[in-house]
Each structure stands twice: as C-alpha cells, then as structure tokens.
C-alpha cells in the first residue's frame, strides 16, 4: 500500500512540474513575441508594404525591399518563434514553436 501511495504521489508531483515547466515555457516565448512583433512594427514603414503588395514580384528586386526583409530574418532568427500572428497583444497572438 505504502509503494502505490508513493508511486501516486511522484506521479501527481511529476505532473504538476510539467506542467509549470510548460506554463512558464509559454509564457517567455509569448513575452518574446509580443516584444518581437512591436519591434519589427518600428521598423516597417507602412507606407512601403502597400506599394510591395502592389508590385507583388516586382518588389523583391527594390533595396528598400531587401532591408526590410533581412531585418525581419534577424528578428525571427533571434527568438525561438517560427510563425507570428496578431496585433501584438496576449489575447491576439498565435505562437508556433520549434
């Protein structure tokens, strides 16, 4: 009787680690998005992105083009988010992670 006992209580213990470990996780990759995502809002003008979505293809060979993409790759690269979506607040933002 003592075993199971003990055995059921590493097991709701080992439970419970887990799942603040992952609380936690989510949390600090949700900071880091949201602090990404208003980041990479300072740094695109928006008056460009509508003539790029104007020129569709024709955009990638404008520098103004190029710039922005490389700075956009720098910021994805340098947190652990693939895919960001949203206005850039908690409620709003869908996280993918690696």
């Known amino acids: 009787m003592l075993v199971v006992a003990i055995s059921l209580m ?5 439970y419970v680690s887990i799942f603040i470990y992952n ?34 293809e024709e955009a990638y060979d404008l520098e103004s083009y190029k710039q922005t993409n490389e700075l956009l790759k720098k910021i ?3 947190i652990p988010v693939i895919f960001l979506t ?11 992670f690696e």
């Open 10 to 14: 590493s097991f709701v213990v080992s």
């Open 23 to 56: 609380e936690r996780r989510e949390s600090e990759y949700r900071s880091n998005a949201i602090s990404a995502v208003k980041f990479a809002s300072t740094i695109v003008n928006t008056d460009e992105v509508d003539k790029y979505l104007n020129l569709k």
């Open 76 to 78: 994805k690269e340098s």
């Open 86 to 96: 949203g206005k850039g607040d908690k409620e709003s933002v869908i996280i993918t």
